[in-house]
């Protein structure tokens, strides 16, 4: 079956750690993106991509970091400048030049 | 820029009563309108979606119509069920941002038997 793929559910994170939360798509989508919702909250665009080897900051960016070396794949490394990063993390893709967004089953960060 | 905005929950139900979410939006130039669902502990779906002035999305018994004189695209269910307790994201694109989707903060839908 066609999906996004995100690992793990759950992460916990010692404070200083840097940690690096999966995203693999198999729709063959070339743009994909990472999003962070917090309790109660909406969705907030953290970076995308549209084309391998290419990359954006979204709306909150700092303290983030990504890469795109395949098509399939958009890791998000949240690093130790991130220093709120207990959250629930979304990743999703979309077909070139379409807006219908397929989203992941989410990440939750906790930080110990 | 762009923006949307939803009601504010929790909306909270008895099983079969009628439901509306109510979402209206502001875009610099004719926007692509569009509900997700999500339920507890997991991703957003896709619930409907409309491209065009006067469309009608609809799934799953929901429906929503796209208004460009109001600015709106209110989320409509005749009858709820408890199975619709979720969390409902209204949101737009549009091609002179990129195609970027742009929520609303939620509304929590609350269905009790």
């Known amino acids: 079956d066609g999906g996004i793929t995100q690992s793990p559910k759950y992460l916990f994170r010692k404070e200083g750690q840097n940690v690096t939360l999966s995203c693999e798509q198999n729709?063959?989508?070339?743009?994909m993106y990472w999003y962070r919702q917090d309790p109660g909250q909406g969705l907030r665009l953290i970076y995308y991509s549209q084309i391998v080897n290419d990359f954006q900051k979204g709306d909150i960016a700092e303290g983030y970091s990504v890469s795109r070396e395949k098509k399939e794949s958009f890791p998000l490394t949240v690093t130790s400048a991130q220093k709120n990063p207990t959250a629930f993390y979304l990743c999703?893709?979309?077909?070139?030049?379409?807006?219908?967004?397929?989203f992941g089953q989410g990440t939750r960060l906790t930080v110990v | 820029g762009n923006s949307v905005t939803q009601m504010e929950g929790p909306v909270t139900l008895s099983e079969e009563a009628f439901l509306t979410i109510n979402c209206t939006y502001t875009?610099?130039?004719?926007?692509?309108l569009f509900w997700y669902v999500q339920y507890p502990g997991e991703g957003l779906q896709l619930l409907l979606k409309a491209t065009k002035a006067d469309d009608k999305g609809s799934n799953k018994g929901f429906e929503a119509t796209y208004r460009k004189e109001t600015t709106s695209f209110h989320l409509e269910k005749g009858s709820v069920q408890v199975s619709d307790s979720a969390v409902y994201f209204c949101?737009?694109?549009?091609?002179?941002?990129?195609?970027?989707?742009?929520f609303g903060g939620g509304t929590r839908l609350m269905v009790k038997p």
């Open positions: 999703a893709s979309s077909r070139s030049g379409f807006a219908e967004a397929f």
């Open positions: 949101a737009l694109s549009e091609w002179n941002a990129g195609n970027m989707l742009t």
């Open positions: 875009a610099t130039g004719y926007p692509s």
């Open positions: 729709l063959n989508h070339d743009a």
